[in-house]
């Protein structure tokens, strides 16, 4: 079962990473903030209703196999807690690429999570990471350092410190999703109520941003369709591949096998925007594809179904 949960997080990573060609090619008039809310209250409200009904067959099939945890208020705040978190991703991210561009921004934010996640996951389990996770994530890491830093043949990028900061925030903001989640999942709750309930508070806490945005370019056809493959594409269809994924894996490896969004991003940018990319950052990209081959490889024996000691 662990290549086929390490193919559902790859797959979740290839629909995130179409989000910048989606915006690129999307109209004129949009901001990230307006992009942002509409994705979310659009991508959570689907991730709600696709993963509840995957929820209620999974409980019919396995009602009688184990009984559905309590929700008490340490699972409650958890499922919150993811759901704040996706929220706060989104200025985050946008913040970090808005100051030091999208090759720095995004470097930062995808080339932090991983480790950060792998440095939560060991805080919380006091577990340490495998050799191959080590191994594979340093490698990743460096091939999407390289990808952002060589970025497109004659360009450059910017080091604005509070860029930085908000494109590491956003790193933050996945580890503690890819951790949450894991914890619950770990406590008996099923990956479609988990991703269920964070894509409902995440739509509900950008809702209230509506009345605040420019929503005009909403009215030309390649705005909604724009708005529906953000939301639907990837944030429901996206999320609930990468939290079944993560049932099977640890939350250090899923954050890491995420890394293959950059690697989408760049060979859309060059294929169906044009792209060229510098002799640094086609390294980047084979280093980067080296990396998640490793974890992928390393994955095939299955993991400790129950790495955290949960409290009752």
């Known amino acids: ?17 179409t989000t910048g060609t989606s915006q690129a090619l999307g109209p004129d008039g949009t901001t990230p903030l307006s992009i942002g809310v509409m994705r979310m209250v659009i991508g959570g409200t689907g991730l709600a209703i696709i993963a509840f009904t995957l929820a209620a067959r999974h409980r019919r099939r396995t009602r009688d196999a184990a009984p559905r945890p309590r929700l ?3 699972a409650l ?3 919150v807690l993811t759901g704040a978190c996706l929220a706060l991703y989104q200025p985050l991210f946008f913040l970090g690429t808005g100051r030091n561009g999208v090759a720095v921004g995004t470097v930062v934010a995808l080339g932090s999570a991983p480790i950060l996640a792998g440095l939560l996951e060991w805080a919380l389990t006091r577990r340490m990471p495998s050799p191959t996770w080590m191994l594979a994530t340093a490698l990743a890491t460096a091939g999407v350092v ?15 410190p509070i860029g930085l900061l908000g494109s590491v925030g956003a790193g933050a903001s996945f580890a503690v999703i ?9 406590a008996g709750w099923d990956p479609f109520t988990v991703v269920g309930a964070m894509g409902a508070s995440s739509a509900i806490i950008f809702a209230f941003f509506l009345p605040f945005v420019d929503l005009r370019w909403l ?7 724009m708005a529906l493959w953000l939301g639907l594409g990837t944030i429901s269809v996206a999320y609930v591949l990468f939290t079944w994924g993560l049932s099977g894996l640890t939350a250090a490896t899923a954050a890491t096998l995420t890394l ?3 690697l989408t991003a760049a060979v859309l940018g060059i294929v169906v925007l044009g792209e060229r990319l510098s002799a640094l950052a086609v390294v980047g990209l084979l280093v980067l ?8 490889w390393g994955s095939r024996a299955p993991r400790d179904p129950k790495p955290y000691a949960v409290e009752a």
């Open 1 to 17: 079962m662990g290549v086929v949960h390490v193919l559902a997080v790859l797959a979740a990573a290839l629909l995130f990473g």
């Open 72 to 74: 008490d208020a340490k």
């Open 77 to 79: 705040s958890l499922m």
């Open 146 to 160: 390289l990808l952002g830093f060589g970025g497109e043949a004659g360009g450059a990028g910017g080091t604005d």
């Open 178 to 186: 890819a951790n949450a989640q894991r914890r619950l999942l770990d």
């Open 219 to 225: 009215g030309t056809t390649s705005g909604v369709v």
């Open 260 to 262: 293959g969004e950059p």
């Open 289 to 296: 594809a080296a990396g998640l081959a490793l974890l992928a």
